[in-house]
């Protein structure tokens, strides 16, 4: 292991992050809020990059441990830093980190118990933070750094490792900025068209922020509800679909080939389970709850969106739903956006493959010699890329299951320990019970919190990045 | 597909079971019960047997789809006429079947109001459905009938389709026939036992019945709660912890090696397990539910067991319990008992397999090149093993989301939507809240008990015997 290969890239990054904590900055002296915050984090952060890049040598060339633990490490570093503003803004360690690297992940949980008295600098922070991580920060860093070269394709893999690689570019760096303006891009038409609908600028980039992220913060404590305007509500549902969708793929189809998205398994995929699950949610809150079709559809489709994507907004408290709701929202947290989204949780493809891997195996059972590829978008796919799958939803659910059981031990319900787990580690942000959408993670022991903030980092780096590093294979010789 | 040769098998399994059920006839007559449900029984059933046995043709040969079809529809013929008896007692069909559907799959949901009020013989039936259901109907039926030779092998497959095949020896009917031997030994010393503890031998023989057959029907509604004696307790917690196990280790261990079951990696993780299960629950009932140690460790070690071997007695309404003590039984239902045990659930090899398959990923995430070998009992296991096991898992988790979804749009809560499905699906029994240990499975709607009766005859099958005939590819040509 190289330590100082992976001290002097983290170094780097903290330079980056620190330059970028300039914007609140101005956000803060246009709002006329205290500036200490972000001075005092800026100087912290951008002072520690220039140590550890000028202590330690520049990179020539690592291996994938390197890989993973400058990825891992650099998303801590991240949180750690970006939660100075809130430690100075009064808020305690634990959960300026958790409300920190909530932000970074895309969750979207949060401990703030009155989000409207915070400064309009830190709640913009709050939302940026979402936005850097949602295309990912080290794919940032990617783009905008010229000298990482050829390593940078193991820092790309180890931070968006879905199990389909596109690769729109050979240079990795190409891919990185193409992919950032992408994002870029839509985020833009989602502001005019937040303006158009009568948003403040403010509102307008903030929600902006964590829509495309598929984040979930909001500066208004009742989250989408408290604008209750179907036409905002249309916008944010609409860039909601498009975040949790590929972005190579939004590429594609604005550059190459205009079929590109509605040709591929996984998007077609995502579309019917979005449109199944609003169907049978719009039925249950029609049926159950004394609703309108119409309202029924309303709050479907936006909340099975929202939660699908792993984004996590609310135009309800879907916590005081039937059970029968609630559960169509528990199933869609499992599945989570497409790979290359901006989007956590297991991933639509990964679904879609394992499934189809299934119905192999029936179909083997009756022709026990036959050879039948799995395939995805006519190609077969390779076997290591099925373990890969198999393996990564195996930890998945072990982690799930771990995490449950200590919240549970911890004194909490099982509908709520099941569901602060999964909405923590695949980025949704509320769960029901004590931590539904109008409800708060502080409710959560110390702990719990620490538990939780762990979930989160491992989820967004789709846990093989992380868990490896806890391996004694990692770290010999 | 030869429909004449499944309808010849069914005919001479039928013409079995109404043999079988002469047994219960004697307890009618021994306690003065009213012999008409069973006499009818015999009857309906040996008649229809002969009837489809003679109409059709003897078995010449036949293929994997034939076995599958024969084996499901087996169980589903048991069930149907093994209900004639609780029928002509009163009970509505619906209820009949799922009672004796509960009975042959060694479930033990029941959905009887007043347990008690029933004739013993009537009891007598139900545990000994669970007892025959146990170690196999169709195993019982090769094991007994000298003709059906070769084709044998694959209703044995398709019965007991574990991961791991033990060849004890290389005939299948030699194995059946040595399979059920030991099962009578270890039952017949199980019977002795609890007599020496003071039990009845009508409730020593329907208790056995119902803990080696991993069953969990009592002739008492309190369950074995209604002894409230510990060396009853300890004794079926022994005999449950043994039929949990594989029957052909037991075999090994008593008649070749000693050490054959000490030494098998499914068995050793199996005890791992029950003790990491046992002491969380343990400590958990003790600091939340004010026990003493000594009483949490009596409580705990009986459910742990009671639960994961899918037996599902209850000394206690664990419904009752703290939830971080509810949620070490609900981990352990979706685990099961070991590969070749009486028990249901997914099994234990499956889960050890699948992380050890987790295990290697992480292993090569670091060593892209190296090669390893999954191993099991020192051997390596085959690729198309572990791709049955991934796909019975994803199929297995599928039907379990599809049936919880499904009850709660029957307007169930959450916490009883998803226990009711796994508790059948697993073959297990009571579950949580409506569907508890103490609770009864009668206050589900007539729509949700067929679902579960499905449950459990999909469960008891391990899924691929019953799925593969809903795909249009078994039913072509």
Same mark, same amino acid.
């Given at each position: 292991m190289k330590y100082g290969v992976i001290l002097n890239v983290l170094g780097a990054l903290l330079r980056f992050l620190g330059a970028i904590m300039l914007v609140p900055l101005i956000v803060a002296i246009y709002y006329g809020d205290s500036l200490y915050p972000f001075l005092i984090a800026v100087t912290i952060t951008g002072l520690t990059g220039i140590f550890l890049s000028k202590r330690y040598n520049s990179p020539d060339e690592w291996k994938a441990r390197e890989g993973f633990a400058i990825v891992a490490l650099g998303w801590l570093s991240a949180a750690v830093f970006g939660s100075i503003p809130y430690m100075l803004d009064g808020i305690s360690p634990v959960n300026s980190l958790f409300e920190s690297m909530s932000g970074f992940t895309t969750t979207? =949980?949060? !401990?703030?118990?009155? $989000?409207?008295?915070?400064s309009r600098s830190i709640l913009f922070w709050r939302s940026m933070t979402q936005w850097l991580g949602g295309m990912g920060i080290i794919m940032l860093f990617i783009a905008i750094l010229p000298k990482l070269g050829v390593a940078g394709r193991q820092l790309f893999r180890a931070e968006a490792p879905g199990p389909t690689e596109d690769k $729109?570019?050979?240079r990795i760096r190409e891919t990185a900025k193409i992919l950032w303006m992408v994002y870029c891009s839509i985020s833009l038409i989602e502001v005019v068209a937040l303006l158009l609908a009568g948003m403040s600028v403010y509102d307008a980039i903030t929600h902006t922020f964590t829509t495309m992220a598929c984040g979930g913060f909001? /500066?208004? =404590?009742?989250? $989408? =509800?408290?604008?209750?305007n179907p036409l905002i509500e249309g916008i944010i549902t609409l860039f909601m679909f498009i975040a949790g969708a590929n972005f190579a793929l939004h590429y594609r189809t604005l550059y190459?080939?205009?079929k590109s998205l509605v040709k591929d398994d996984e998007f077609k995929f995502y579309a019917v389970v979005i449109i199944i699950a609003t169907s049978i949610l719009t039925f249950s809150l029609w049926n159950y709850m004394d609703e309108t079709i119409s309202s029924s559809f309303r709050y479907a489709v936006f909340q099975v969106i929202s939660i699908m994507t792993t984004t996590?907004?609310?135009?309800?408290? @879907?916590?005081?739903?039937?059970d029968s709701a609630k559960i169509v929202l528990l199933a869609v947290m499992f599945i989570g956006g497409c790979a290359g989204s901006t989007s956590g949780g297991i991933k639509v493809v990964r679904f879609l493959l394992l499934l189809k891997y299934a119905k192999r195996a029936l179909f083997k059972s009756i022709h026990p010699r036959a050879v039948q590829p799995i395939k995805h978008n006519n190609k077969t796919v390779p076997d290591d890329v099925m373990q890969a799958i198999v393996s990564f939803v195996v930890i998945y659910f072990m982690i799930f299951a771990v995490s449950t059981g200590l919240l549970s031990l911890m004194g909490m319900d099982i509908i709520s320990s099941v569901t602060a787990s999964i909405a923590t580690l695949g980025n949704i942000g509320p769960g029901f019970?004590? !931590?539904?959408?109008?409800?708060? @993670?502080?409710?959560? /022991?110390l702990v719990g919190k620490i538990l939780l903030i762990a979930n989160m980092w491992i989820g967004r780096l789709e846990v093989f990045t992380v868990i490896v590093m806890l391996t004694p294979e990692f770290w010999r010789r």
């Open positions: 979207g =949980a949060t !401990v703030l118990l009155d $989000i409207e008295a915070h $729109i570019k050979p909001s /500066p208004y =404590a009742q989250s $989408i =509800a408290s604008f209750n190459t080939d205009r996590g907004f609310a135009t309800v408290d @879907f916590n005081l739903w039937v019970g004590l !931590v539904g959408p109008m409800a708060n @993670f502080d409710v959560l /022991p």
